[in-house]
Each structure stands twice: as structure tokens, then as C-alpha cells.
């Protein structure tokens, strides 16, 4: 039915950029809301990023001013813009998208987790 599919992620110097990516497959009709969620080495998951329909985007204090989400609705994808990457935002990074969609023969709405995708910055 539905299935995020991320990409983007990979080994960038400190100071440099990355461009994640999270497509949602299935029929979809509506992005309700779209997160950005990360895994630090030896640390819980943490929100980094999140934005629904209609509302401002809001950061976790450690990203604000590097980190942008957005969403492209044509084609079912968010993406969070990474600049200035520190050391400390190596980690695994994860999409969730609250979606409404056709499945089963109804119209559905739930929460979906994309796979994670591996950020490394070096120092």
C-alpha cells in the first residue's frame, strides 16, 4: 500500500551540505504532516524538523538556521535540507509523514516511518 523510500543521505565533510529525500509510494492524496527525526550514536531519537499542512516548519534549537524541510506534493516527497553539517549531526535520520491515502478500499489516514537513511559528517 504505502511505502516511504528515503535517499540522500552519506559522508560529507564538516561545513558541508546534504540534500535528504523520503517519497511516499501508494495513492496518496494528502501530506498532513511531514518530521525529520534522527538517531545519534549512544542517543535516543530526536525530532529535528517538522511541518504540517498549512503551518510554519519548527527546528530543534541545535538545527535552527542550517536545516530546512519542505514538501513537494506532486510528487509525495519531503525533503530536509542539511547545511553546515557539525560532527555532532552524524547520525541516522528518519521520515514520518502523517498521510492520508486510499487503501483497502477506504480512505485511510496513519502514520508512516521511512527507513533511515545514514548522515556522517567528518570532522
Known amino acids: 500500500q504505502v511505502q516511504l523510500m528515503e535517499s540522500g543521505g552519506g559522508l560529507v565533510q564538516a561545513g558541508g551540505s546534504l540534500r535528504l529525500s523520503c517519497a511516499a509510494s501508494?495513492?496518496?492524496?494528502?501530506?498532513?504532516?511531514m518530521s525529520w527525526y534522527r538517531q545519534r550514536p549512544g542517543k535516543q531519537r530526536e525530532l529535528v524538523a517538522t511541518?504540517?499542512?498549512?503551518?510554519?516548519?519548527n527546528y530543534a534549537d541545535s538545527v535552527k538556521g542550517r536545516f530546512t524541510i519542505s514538501g513537494e506534493n506532486a510528487k509525495n516527497t519531503v525533503y530536509l535540507q542539511m547545511t553546515s553539517l557539525k560532527p555532532e549531526d552524524t547520525g541516522v535520520y528518519y521520515c514520518?509523514?502523517?498521510?492520508?491515502?486510499?487503501?483497502?478500499?477506504?480512505?485511510?489516514?496513519?502514520?508512516?516511518w521511512g527507513q533511515g537513511t545514514q548522515v556522517t559528517v567528518s570532522s
Open positions: 511541518m504540517s499542512s498549512g503551518s510554519s516548519p
Open positions: 501508494g495513492r496518496i492524496f494528502t501530506i498532513n504532516s
Open positions: 514520518n509523514l502523517d498521510l492520508t491515502y486510499y487503501g483497502d478500499s477506504a480512505i485511510n489516514r496513519n502514520i508512516f
